[in-house]
């Protein structure tokens, strides 16, 4: 059994798309972000960092883990799946993987809070991240030009990157002229375990602009 510690936002679709994808036995605990759930104790001592979302593995002693990418190398390894064994196909999934992890989050991330939040519009600094947004999805849709997935076969890099990419709107960024990507965004909605993923703890409406709860937050985790 693993216990989940999430809430609604791209990271944390991250954790509960692998989860699904590797049919793992998951009890969801909801993290109030507008409450500050995610700073309390209880919280910092599975996640120092305070962000969402973490686990515990209560199969292995209570192993906790934290951090997205950390999570999804941890899921896939202890379920054999998603994650090559060989040495060359598993970097180029770990490539993909930091390649969301320090650049499609950090900055989709920026855009939102530039775009959705800042109370004042400094378009500079929109366009700015907006920018750096296209210039990384269209990295995306080079590789996905000759390639079904971002690497030869569907791994834990698509399910991250994915989980980001597909909320580009909410970023103010769109994917005309982008067919790769836009075609790669739409199969794997089409993945049963994708669908339930993103409905982990609630569902939220980001094609209609609506965040339910902890939409703020989809900017700090």
């Known amino acids: 059994m693993i216990d989940l510690y999430t809430s609604s936002t791209p990271n944390g679709w991250k954790a509960s798309v692998a989860l699904e994808e590797m049919a793992f036995d998951y009890q969801v605990h909801a993290i109030d972000l507008m409450k500050g759930e995610q700073k309390s104790a209880a919280f910092l001592k599975l996640c120092p960092n305070g962000r969402i979302p973490a686990i515990i593995d209560r199969s292995n002693d209570d192993f906790s883990v934290f951090e997205t990418g950390a999570i999804m190398v941890y899921l896939a390894e202890k379920s054999g799946l998603f994650l090559p064994q060989g040495n060359k196909e598993r970097s180029q999934v770990m490539q993909w993987l930091m390649f969301q992890m320090s650049g499609v989050g950090p900055m989709m991330g920026q855009a939102n809070v530039f775009y959705r939040y800042f109370p004042e519009k400094i378009q500079p ?68 375990a994708v669908q339930k993923g993103i409905v982990v703890p609630e569902p939220i409406n980001v094609d209609k602009e609506v965040f339910i709860k902890g939409a703020r937050s989809i900017v700090t985790q």
Not at 129 to 146: A, H, I, M, P, W
Not at 150 to 176: F, R
Request: glycine share 2%; hydrophobic share 35%.
């Open 125 to 192: 600094v929109i366009d700015r991240y907006q920018n750096e947004v296209k210039r990384l999805f269209s990295v995306l849709d080079t590789q996905l030009k000759d390639s079904e997935y971002l690497t030869s076969e569907y791994s834990i890099a698509d399910m991250a990157n994915w989980c980001w990419v597909h909320t580009h709107e909410w970023s103010g960024v769109s994917l005309d002229n982008l067919p790769n990507l836009k075609r790669w965004v739409d199969q794997i909605a089409q993945r049963p």
